[in-house]
């Protein structure tokens, strides 16, 4: 099992930036990549960025050029870190841990709520 502990939302105004921080513990070496989804209200819950061990990075186009995804092997905790924060980013934000070819090896943390004001 692999837990995870997702940290740093809140309220921003537009234009702001807010990290978020997702700590991982317990079977770390089944995983090998991590991802933030979001879901808004009424909405499904999508794939925003992922990074995996290798330092593989990819973004939604609607993420790409304003977040960042990064990780730190020593601290078991991948960071999402976001600028230029518009309202349609408003969203629950999820950390999730998987491993690239075992899909059985899935994790999702709590979420944090994502709140950006106009």
């Known amino acids: 099992q692999v837990q995870l502990v997702e940290s740093g939302g809140g309220l921003v105004q537009a234009g702001g930036s807010l990290r978020l921080s997702c700590a991982a513990s317990?079977?770390?070496?089944?995983?090998?990549?991590m991802a933030w989804y979001r879901q808004a209200p009424g909405k499904q819950r999508d794939l925003i960025a992922r990074?995996?061990?290798?330092?593989?990075?990819a973004y939604a186009d609607s993420v790409k050029g304003r977040f960042t995804i990064s990780r730190d092997n020593a601290k078991n905790t991948v960071y999402l870190q976001m600028n230029s924060l518009k309202p349609e980013d408003t969203s629950v934000y999820y950390c999730y841990a998987y491993n690239l070819w075992n899909a059985k090896l899935t994790y999702w943390g709590q979420g944090t709520q994502v709140t950006v004001s106009s």
């Open positions: 317990g079977s770390i070496d089944s995983i090998n990549a």
């Open positions: 990074v995996t061990n290798g330092g593989s990075t």
